[in-house]
Nanobody, 123 residues
Framework: QVQLVESGGGLVQAGGSLRLSCAASGLRFSRVFMGWFRQAPGKERVFVGDISWSDSSTVYADSVKGRFTVSRDNANYTVYLQMDSLKPEDTAVYYC????????????????WGQGTEVTVSS
């Protein structure tokens, strides 16, 4: 049974930092892509970034490139989203997700989802 559990959300001022965690279990880690998505109020859920568990390669949305970093901890089966230089427009519920096979930024292609963690950036 696959489980993804996010944590680390909260309230932060613009320009600040937060680190989100996603504890994963039940996955075939050698073949999985771990993605982060976000959904702002009244908007669609969109891709933020991902990491390939096999080679640690990462992909980012243009809106977060240079500010956000996705990483993984092999020993603890945990994926992180380090968010720096946060802006009010980064306010959203952030979701961790997992998929196998090909890499994609499409949310409908992801098979497994966490419950989400809320991030609020004040101006």
């Amino acid at each position: 049974q696959v489980q993804l559990v996010e944590s680390g959300g909260g309230l932060v001022q613009a320009g600040g930092s937060l680190r989100l965690s996603c504890a994963a279990s039940g996955l075939r880690f050698s073949r999985v892509f771990m993605g982060w998505f976000r959904q702002a109020p009244g908007k669609e859920r969109v891709f933020v970034g991902d990491i390939s568990w096999s080679d640690s390669s990462t992909v980012y949305a243009d809106s977060v490139k240079g500010r956000f970093t996705v990483s993984r901890d092999n020993a603890n089966y945990t994926v992180y989203l380090q968010m720096d230089s946060l802006k009010p427009e980064d306010t959203a519920v952030y979701y961790c997700a997992a998929k196998y096979k090909r890499r994609t930024t499409e949310r409908f292609d992801y098979e497994y989802w966490g419950q989400g963690t809320e991030v609020t950036v004040s101006s």
